[in-house]
């Protein structure tokens, strides 16, 4: 199928040509009629799919139709801002802004975009021109609105793009105060590259009677996408990423983090050894980093570093790779991440690191995606052992020890494991009744505080050693000075 099967009128047409476009993706042949035959419309697919050109390319004919009927549209000064974009992150809305500037070239209307983080003044004198179409991050818009310098009341097409994402960064309420100012008959599109239960309940309050366009299964990751985790410790991250990306082929690597912080550390890392990088996060004001955005894709540099912020409003062709420094705590985000490779069908490779803390997320971002993601190996893989945590530590547990020494007693596996020297973890379950039988059976200075005593007997005996505690305390004594250590828990295998 071609976007002329769609029924594109010709100038919309000419410009795709121009663009390189001629067939749609999934998300644009199933979109496009439900949009021009103006229904609500609830759309999932994944990151990459091209949602943009989904909805820009029929809000822009629908609009041309009354152009057509009106020649002043487009043109006079007191034209209202008829569709409304709504986007979470700078960079996204920028991109927004720039498809309709391509798909709209030869076309009369005129087209806005407004953002945080900028000085209001440019933004003001291009809604001055009175555009048709008006992208914003909500943030801004609800700040000029405000100060009574935006007018959204007449508002026919509401676009609320990357809804997941929005609703991620606590735009929920923002998103809420936008709907009341605009009107209620209006045709109202949302785009989400996932569907939680979240997104239904946000779509029931928007959509009147939407049709429903779902292109892939909900959190899917594009199969063109290789995935692969590498299993290392926290300090050991940097030195597997400098090796890694000494040894790929790929000009271009875009490296994620959790924090602002850590992606500026990251960077400061990979120059010192003599890897070009940059990092963009919010705390970066937009002409940085747009210019460093730039560079990236003009391949001055070789690594972008980014945080979450970022990850959706990065739209770069022919991104070879991506790499998850640390895993995301959330597991959709991971789909968001690795949707920036791997896009239009060209093949990408997304790379993931795990420390021991991380481990859970991998878990659960395995079980979002439906499989289990390739382990690979490296020089600085983790070991699979059993490791103990300490559950509780009572009252003057470790008083009068020095760090060393409990250290030591903790690895030995000291007072309810003394007379056993295999790690607890291994010890069947027989050899584990008859010590924990001695130890009901201990004298009674073995037992500790109310609530943690190992103690299972009788309740007269429970209450004596209770007495006998709250007697030694009283005495300035540690009722816990012999009391078998019995406060640590296994942990599972982190492979597992």
């Known amino acids: 199928m071609t976007f002329k099967d769609l029924n594109i009128i010709p100038t919309i047409l000419s410009a795709l040509k121009a663009e390189g476009y001629e067939n749609p993706t999934p998300i644009q042949e199933n979109s496009i009629p439900i949009i021009l035959d103006r229904h609500d419309l609830l759309a999932c697919a ?34 209202p801002i008829e569709a409304l974009i709504l986007a979470p992150t700078r960079e996204l809305a920028l991109q927004i802004d720039e498809s309709f500037h391509a798909y709209s070239r030869n076309l009369p209307i005129r087209h806005a975009v407004i953002f945080g983080g900028v000085s209001q003044h440019k933004q003001l004198n291009d809604l001055k021109a009175r555009p048709a179409v008006l992208v914003a991050t909500p943030g801004r818009l609800l700040d000029l609105i405000g100060q009574g ?50 997104i239904m309940q946000l779509a029931a309050s928007l959509l009147h009677q939407p049709k429903t366009v779902q292109v892939n299964p909900v959190s899917s990751t594009a ?27 790929a000009d271009k ?32 004001s937009q002409q940085a980093r747009q210019r460093a955005l730039g560079h990236f894709k003009a391949g001055e540099i070789k690594v972008l570093v980014a945080t979450d912020i970022a ?18 705590n959330i597991a959709e985000t991971y789909v968001h991440r690795i949707g920036r490779t791997g896009r239009a069908g060209s093949p990408g490779l997304a790379l993931s690191f795990c420390d021991r803390e991380e481990a859970p997320y991998l878990k659960d971002i395995q079980k979002l995606i439906g499989f289990q993601v390739t382990v690979e190996e490296h020089p600085y893989a983790l070991e699979q052992e059993v490791t103990y945590q300490p559950i509780h530590q009572a009252p003057g547990h470790a008083k009068g020890r020095s760090q060393q020494n409990s250290h030591k007693n903790r690895q030995q596996g000291q007072g309810a494991r003394q007379k056993n020297n295999a790690p607890y973890g291994q010890q069947n379950s027989k050899e584990r009744a008859q ?31 209770n007495n ?15 009391q078998p250590q019995n406060g640590y828990k296994q942990q599972s295998n982190l492979y597992q």
């Not at 008959?185 to 785009?191: A, C, E, G, H, P």
């Not at 990850?311 to 995301?328: F, H, M, S, T, W």
């Open 223 to 249: 199969e063109t996408v290789q995935q692969s985790v590498y299993m290392v410790g926290k300090e050991q991250k940097k030195l597997l990423l400098a090796q890694l990306l000494k040894e790929t082929s």
């Open 435 to 465: 010590r924990n039988t001695k130890a009901y059976a201990a004298p009674e200075e073995n037992f500790g505080a109310p609530g943690k005593s190992v103690n299972k007997g009788t309740e007269e005996q429970r209450n004596k050693n």
């Open 311 to 328: 990850a959706r409003g990065i739209d770069i062709e022919q991104l070879p790779q991506v790499i998850n420094y640390e895993l995301p």
């Open 468 to 482: 006998n505690y709250y007697k030694k305390r009283r005495q300035g004594q540690s009722a816990n000075s012999h």
């Open 46 to 79: 994944q990151t990459g799919t091209g949602k943009t050109a989904a909805f820009a390319i029929p809000l822009l004919q629908l609009m041309a139709r009354e152009a057509a009927s009106d020649k002043n549209l487009g043109h006079s000064r007191n034209q």
């Open 149 to 198: 310098l935006l007018d959204i009341s007449k508002i026919k097409y509401f676009v609320l793009d990357e809804a997941d994402r929005m609703l991620d960064m606590g735009f929920v309420n923002d998103v809420k105060k936008v709907v009341r100012l605009i009107p209620q008959q209006r045709q109202t599109l949302l785009f989400s590259a996932t569907m939680p239960a979240s």
């Open 253 to 284: 690597t875009l490296v994620f983090t959790r924090t602002k912080h850590g992606a500026d550390k990251l960077v400061r890392i990979l120059v010192k050894s003599g890897i070009t990088a940059a990092a963009i996060h919010g705390n970066k």
